[in-house]
């Protein structure tokens, strides 16, 4: 089963972020940075600008992304928790 | 009796989410995931765009979609239950 | 006496939804469902788009239409019980 | 003294409902039903659209008016009461 | 000293209200009629329009004008008290 | 050290009014009139309109300005404390 | 690793404002001036205009600039701090 997402939402999977701090300890979860990050599984074909045409998506799909913590909605496909959301909500690309 | 819904709402029917895990375990119903599934039944003719070309809606009768719980409005049709929302409230169509 | 709606208005004369269920038990007035049922008796001209053209309506008199059942303004003519309200408060035609 | 509207408000004279019911009760104030009567005594040459050019109002002066009870601003010109309010504050054209 | 107003403001001097009724009778400053008159003093240059034209405003300096008694900024030039307030804070223009 | 503000922001240096009366009576801090009077010391190159052509503001380097007594964001450069707000915070110009 | 900016985000390392005021004397952290100081490490492509080109940036990597304290989402790379913040977030380039 696959999910297309409409217009400029993307489907997006979480990375688990490394609870390991530089100095290698083990942080508890409460103390994780805000944003999270996630790689790109599927991407809608864009938004309608004024004179009907598609505006293209600036992500694409395999991309990883770092996006606000509560973004997006989640859902459940196969048993994978997905987050759906607008490209707008993407932060940026990493690299 | 049938509805069609105007410019860019779509009538939509809920399909009941499996109330079992991966597992086979039934789970209650507070526990179940929050986007609902349905399927789509009527479609409206689209919105107008500034120079009053209709707007193709990107979903069609009979795709299976995604939106969130909380979405549209629910309407009883002879007797069947059925909801109306915007093409907008779709986050993804399942393929 | 006629009123005649301006801009996107129109004109409802709400439908009594039957307060019987599928089985014919009557059932009171707070568990009919939402949204409620009209017919269309008059309609506007529409509204201008950015180039000074009206945008004709989707709906037209005598159509039967759902809308959410706080939608529109209660009007009295002659002693008759009306809603005023936008097109886009008809969530869609009954046929 | 005369009061010219600016762009799309108009000036309207509030005709008071009959207070009394079809069957000829006088019904007190606050059992009057919402939208207020007038005649419209005044109107402004209309806004500008994105090009420059006027909107010709669909109201013109003599009209007599349904609106919000509550819409516009009361104003007194020569001891006599008015209000002031927008085009769009008007909800149909009593016939 | 002077003040020109900028893009669609305008510098008004309120006009006091009389405050006698019709019959004569001096009635006390809470129970004078909500809007307020005044002259404008000095007009702006106007807004621009999407294709960069300025639009001319509908009011010009000497005109009497009614506006929302709460309409606009108090400012004190040379001792004298003024209010700078938008175009379509004015009501309507008096003739 | 410079600022040089973006868009149609504007960096304004706050004159202190005087806080005599007309009489040459001096008034405590909470008596003085509401909006601020400053001198502008740096402009943005201004807003791009639609069509991607910059909107040249209609204030200069050099004018002394009336703006809202909460307006702008305060800064501190070298010392010297100065306002950044937007063109359109400015009420109107003192010639 | 590098953090490539949507649209028109920028990502910017915050300097930090030195702690001493002009006559030398330590000021505890809380007393400091509200607008925030950094440096610019990346940039986005730019928004879209209606035509669909690009809007470029005014700003560019290596400019500092100030900004609202709390504008922004800050993004730990590589144990360093950044903020991604809009353009329209950033008040003025220091020059």
Redesign the interface.
Known sequence: ???????D?I?VQRVEEETK??GGIIIPDTAK???AEGKIV?V??GK??????R?AL??KVGDRV?F?KYSG????IE?EEYL?MR??D??????
């Open positions: 089963m696959n999910l297309k997402p409409l217009q939402r489907l701090t530089k940075e805000k944003p599927a809608g074909i309608l600008d004024k004179d009907g045409n505006i600036e992500v770092l606000g909605t989640e859902v459940k048993g759906i490209e707008d993407v932060l940026g690309i990493i690299e």
